[in-house]
């Protein structure tokens, strides 16, 4: 098993409604080697404010809260502060529903020396 950092980046806009299950998916991985980098982008909602109180009780998560810019630019700005080995990004809608995902994504990318590593999602 790899021990990489991962750089979960997901762009946070106007999502209280599914922000809770978007990041507890994340947190109940049981690949632990991550950082999750919520990035608040101009939010009128409460999604701000859980982004924060996630990160108060979780040194793993980081939030940054910018001016309403769009995801890809939040996406962009959560490149720049991301430390790890590996980028994935997630959006604030999704979920994970594999609590074994991020284990089984980051040793077939280690053991077949993979760059980038897309796959698919079901609705």
Do not use: W
Not at 16 to 21: A, D, G, I, P, V
């Amino acid at each position: 098993m790899s021990d990489s950092l991962i750089s979960i980046i997901v762009p946070v806009y106007n999502s209280e409604q599914t922000l809770h299950r978007c990041i507890d998916s994340i947190l109940g991985q049981t690949y632990r080697n991550f950082e999750l980098l919520l990035i608040n982008d101009g939010s009128k909602d409460r999604s701000g404010e859980i982004c924060d109180e996630y990160a108060s009780n979780d040194s793993r998560i980081s939030v940054f809260h910018q001016e309403n810019s769009g995801p890809s630019a939040a996406r962009n700005f959560g490149l720049t502060q991301a430390k790890g080995q590996y980028i994935v990004f997630q959006d604030s809608d999704d979920y994970l529903l594999n609590t074994d995902a991020y284990l089984k994504l980051i040793t077939y990318a280690v053991q077949n020396r993979l760059d980038i590593l897309r796959f698919d999602y079901s609705v």
